[in-house]
Each structure stands twice: as C-alpha cells, then as structure tokens.
C-alpha cells in the first residue's frame, strides 16, 4: 500500500553535502511520522532524523545535529535529508521509513521502508 523510494545517495569527501530524497507512493494519507535512518556495515540500524507530516516538528540525532536538516513537501509526498559538513562517520545506507504513531520510536514503530540509498564519505 505504500512504497517509499529513496534517492540522492553517492559519494563525497568529507566536508561534502548531499541531499537525500524519498518519494512515498501509495495510501500515504495516515503516515504521521517520516524519518530517516542509517546502518554501517556491522553496526545497528540509528536513527538520524524524523519529521512529523502534519506539523512539521522535527528531531535529530545528536551526531547530525547542526549539519543534518530533515523537511518534507506534503505536496509532492516527499522527504529529504539535507546533509552538511559530511564526515566519514557518516557512511551507511540510508534509508527513509514512514510510520503511524510517533516520531520517537526505534526502528520497529515504522512499518514501512525504502530499499536504501548508500552514502560514502571519504577523506
């Protein structure tokens, strides 16, 4: 029923930007909360930063926080993930979920998922 597409990924030296897409397609009319996450190799699935659909409020980890900006265009049913002052640290798949309830659950509050969009950042 809804399909999110994530786009925008790639590969920068650190100090780089990248601006990170995800289109939701579908009954998209209930999604409350959009987010995104990131995953290294090895390591568990953090969240980066969530964006409430209906106001706008948004939250960020504290290791993107000043760099990382999350917004979205209801008009358009996407969200993006304006990234600033990359660094390595920052290498993982992204990906963009969508949810029902609120912006401040773990991975598991979010039903539904992009395939990923993988972002290197090198020195």
């Known amino acids: 029923q809804v399909q999110l597409v994530e786009s925008g990924g790639g590969s920068v030296q650190a100090g780089g930007s990248l601006r990170l897409s995800c289109a939701a397609y579908?009954?998209?009319?209930?999604?409350?909360?959009m987010a995104w996450f990131r995953q290294a190799p090895g390591k568990e699935r953090e969240g980066v930063a969530c964006?409430?659909?209906?106001?706008?409020?948004?939250y960020y980890a504290d290791s993107v926080k000043g760099r990382f900006t999350v917004s979205r265009d209801t008009s358009k049913n996407t969200l993006y993930l304006q990234m600033n002052s990359l660094k390595p640290e920052d290498t993982a798949i992204y990906y963009c979920a969508a949810g029902y309830g609120a912006c401040s659950g773990g991975p598991g509050d979010f039903g539904h998922w992009g395939q990923g969009t993988q972002v290197t950042v090198s020195l």
């Open positions: 579908g009954f998209t009319y209930l999604i409350n909360c």
């Open positions: 964006i409430y659909t209906g106001g706008g409020s948004t």
